[in-house]
């Protein structure tokens, strides 16, 4: 059974690091676009960042996290100068091609990074 296995997060004070790693764990024929989410307490999952054909970054972490591929299957998110609003559950995105013509959208189960003042 496919499955995104995430790594990291945690507690940290404002202007801080943290790092997130996610795995592709099982069996596919190929990776497309990864990439890692948030949803903070009463609002909308937003995208964080995501790398494919083109790497994307929310306007709001730009210049302070950068997403890297260390290889075909896993996604790290290093997290830099971190601030009380990056509090949020971190998810990681996966388009995975299960044979050549299948492809199928996977989350993470969430990982909560938390940022104190």
């Known amino acids: 059974q496919v499955q995104l296995v995430e790594s990291g997060g945690g507690l940290v004070q404002a202007g801080g690091s943290l790092r997130l790693s996610c795995a592709v764990s099982?069996?596919?024929?190929?990776?497309?676009?990864m990439g890692w989410y948030r949803q903070a307490p009463g609002k909308q999952r937003e995208l964080v960042a995501i790398s494919g054909d083109r790497t994307n970054y929310a306007n709001s972490v730009e210049g302070r996290f950068t997403i890297s591929r260390d290889n075909a299957k896993t996604v790290s998110l290093q997290m830099n100068s971190l601030k009380p609003e990056d509090t949020a559950v971190y998810y990681c995105y996966a388009r995975l091609w299960t044979s050549p013509l299948n492809w199928q959208d996977y989350w993470g189960q969430g990982t909560q990074v938390t940022v104190s003042s």
């Open positions: 099982g069996s596919i024929f190929s990776a497309g676009a």
